[in-house]
T-cell receptor
Framework: EAGVAQSPRYKIIEKRQSVAFWCNPI?????LYWYQQILGQGPKLLIQ????????DSQLPKDRFSAERLKGVDSTLKIQPAKLEDSAVYLC??????????????FGPGTRLTVL | GQQVMQIPQYQHVQEGEDFTTYCNSS?????IQWYKQRPGGHPVFLIQ?????EVKKQKRLTFQFGEAKKNSSLHITATQTTDVGTYFC??????????????FGSGTRLLVRP
């Protein structure tokens, strides 16, 4: 079974530039998550999709971050414009179930973003 | 919002020594999950505990869920260099629209001296 795919693996940009990340979840997984993991911290949920609908985006900085999951499969996360504090690893995860209560999440390799 | 606190932040042990990380919450948890993240890697699911007082073992790893379902621990017996990484606990919390989301602890980073 193929895992969660993410691209690119690394990205270096200057502040105020834009960047986009792509995620392809495990086939058949209804729920997709985007996390931000700052060095030395645990993953922080940015946005959670169930199929192609948003179920939680309460911690997404909506003035600069946006995400979509067209057709309920692939997803993109965009930052525009980037700030220095956005430097982090952006992890995509997916889970088979939709309850969120007992779901096992499967993580992709992440995209390491450096903002200069 | 709900938080899960993990201690210690770091642990540096000699190979063969035991290791324990603790996770605590101020509220009762419906369940708790544990993940391992190798250096430069991504979190990988280890186990989920659901019942009060539950104990589960995976080879040298022992996971416990407290009787009050407010704390959990992960114990590794006789650590090996392959155990190196950061161990996270994570618990579900109510999100928007009656959904649930996982809240991760800050993790315990384990270093093993060969």
């Amino acid at each position: 079974e193929a895992g969660v795919a993410q691209s690119p693996r690394y990205k270096i940009i200057e502040k105020r530039q834009s960047v986009a990340f792509w995620c392809n979840p495990i086939s058949g997984h209804a729920t997709l998550y985007w996390y931000q993991q700052i060095l030395g911290q645990g993953p922080k949920l940015l946005i959670q999709f169930q199929n192609n609908g948003v179920v939680d985006d309460s911690q997404l900085p909506k003035d600069r971050f946006s995400a979509e999951r067209l057709k309920g499969v692939d997803s993109t996360l965009k930052i525009q414009p980037a700030k220095l504090e956005d430097s982090a690893v952006y992890l995509c995860a997916s889970s088979l179930e939709t309850s969120g209560l007992t779901d096992t999440q499967y993580f992709g390799p992440g995209t390491r973003l450096t903002v200069l | 919002g709900q938080q899960v606190m993990q201690i210690p932040q770091y642990q540096h042990v000699q190979e063969g020594e035991d290791f324990t990380t603790y996770c605590n919450s101020s509220t009762t948890l419906s369940n708790i999950q544990w993940y391992k993240q190798r250096p430069g890697g991504h979190p990988v699911f280890l186990i989920q505990l659901v019942k009060s007082g539950e104990v589960k073992k995976q080879k040298r790893l022992t996971f416990q869920f407290g009787e009050a379902k407010k704390n959990s621990s992960l114990h590794i017996t006789a650590t090996q260099t392959t155990d190196v990484g950061t161990y996270f606990c994570a618990a579900p919390a109510r999100g928007m629209d009656s959904s649930y989301k996982l809240i991760f602890g800050s993790g315990t980073r384990l270093l093993v001296r060969p």
